[in-house]
């Protein structure tokens, strides 16, 4: 083969070879750049703060509420709630301190009319210094020139083909994301893996953490910024529903003052909060969670109810509005709730 022509066969071999990658990845969309897949493939947890911001920066999908939560939000489907069409922008190991960040992105798409919050307390301490990952900002400054380049991504180009691979065989990955980009929870866990798991919890959160500064609780000043920066905007706080053996926790680390402190410093800042952990049936009930804190997406549609007024739709006695009205009677039942689960405690 002559030089010419061996250079001709090489450039186009590599130009083919280009050409099918791209394909096969804009096919399959694993970091979420083009609107989803053209297949009815799965696509995986990646790094799920960045793959979001590509969709919501490149896609611009139509929404007026916005979910920001950790990994117990996710499996809240955007259908849960139905006087409202929500983006659920929550990640894994989200914390509040990162919300502000993530709202300026969506509110630089869309002006949403609702902003729901989930706030969980924070049994083992403050967030530490340098722990939050990049920025929202800087994922959404990496979206738009990321669209283009992650065409010719090999690690996009290997996602790829693991989705088309659980296309054809079945997929067994417990983060994997259907074609609306919802998030599809793992099965529900037998008795004995429940309890397995819940014991793994409670034994790791029960280890001695430092105790609250009640004069700077941790992600306060985080939560004012936002309602400083949205004070039009209606805002729903809700806490996310662990299971009762969390909340034995803080009972049993007699630290129900803190508690209570925080749902004040909640309140202060927004005026009302939905309460959904402590004791309450959905709580005392294991069945209803993956371990000692992950709710079932079941939870999270009474939750979605709840908020919207659909109480039919809800067990009762599951989520109380608590304002400064009704708080301190709240605590104080609370309390007494937390003295009965030390003396009796409900069996995993």
Avoid at 183 to 209: G, L, N
Avoid at 244 to 261: D, K, L
Avoid at 331 to 337: G, M, W
Wanted: with cysteine; aromatic share 10%.
């Amino acid at each position: 083969m002559q030089p010419a022509s061996f250079l001709i066969w090489l450039s186009g071999s590599a130009i083919a070879g280009l050409a099918a990658s791209a394909l096969t990845i804009r096919i399959f969309d694993p970091l979420w750049h083009y609107g989803g897949p053209l297949l009815p493939a799965p696509s995986f947890q990646v790094d799920e703060r960045r793959q979001k911001t590509n969709r919501l920066v490149n896609t611009r999908p139509e929404f007026d509420g916005v979910l920001l939560g950790n990994s117990r939000v996710r499996p809240i489907h955007a259908s849960a709630f139905r006087r409202m069409r929500v983006l659920n922008y929550s990640a894994s190991s989200m914390h509040p301190d990162e919300y502000e960040g993530f709202l300026d992105v969506a509110c630089g798409v869309r002006t949403p009319t609702t902003i729901v919050l989930a706030v969980d307390f924070p049994l083992d301490g403050a967030l530490p210094p340098g722990s939050v990952p990049l920025g929202a900002r800087e994922y959404a400054a990496e979206a738009a020139t990321g669209r283009w380049a992650d065409l010719f991504n090999v690690s996009a180009l290997r996602l790829s083909l693991s989705a088309a691979r659980c296309m054809l065989r079945g997929c067994a990955d417990s983060y994997a994301f259907d074609a609306q980009y919802e998030f599809v929870p793992p099965p529900m866990p037998t008795p004995a893996e429940r309890q397995r798991r819940i014991e793994k919890d409670v034994a790791m959160y029960s280890a001695p953490f430092p105790s609250l500064d009640l004069s700077r609780l941790p992600y306060m000043d985080s939560l004012h910024a936002i309602r400083r920066r949205w004070p039009s905007t209606r805002i729903v706080v809700f806490t996310n529903p662990v299971s009762v053996h969390m909340f034995a926790i803080v009972a049993r680390q007699n630290r129900m003052s803190e508690y209570g402190a925080w749902l004040r410093g909640l309140i202060a800042i927004f005026g009302e909060i939905w309460e959904f952990s402590g004791v309450n049936p959905v709580t005392a009930d294991s069945s209803n969670y993956f371990d000692a804190h992950h709710y079932s997406p079941a939870v999270g549609r009474m939750i979605a109810a709840r908020i919207e007024g659909r109480d039919a739709e809800c067990v009762q006695g599951f989520g109380v509005r608590l304002t400064a009205a009704n708080l301190e009677a709240y605590l104080q039942s609370a309390r007494d709730a937390a003295r009965r689960l030390i003396a009796a405690p409900i069996p995993y």
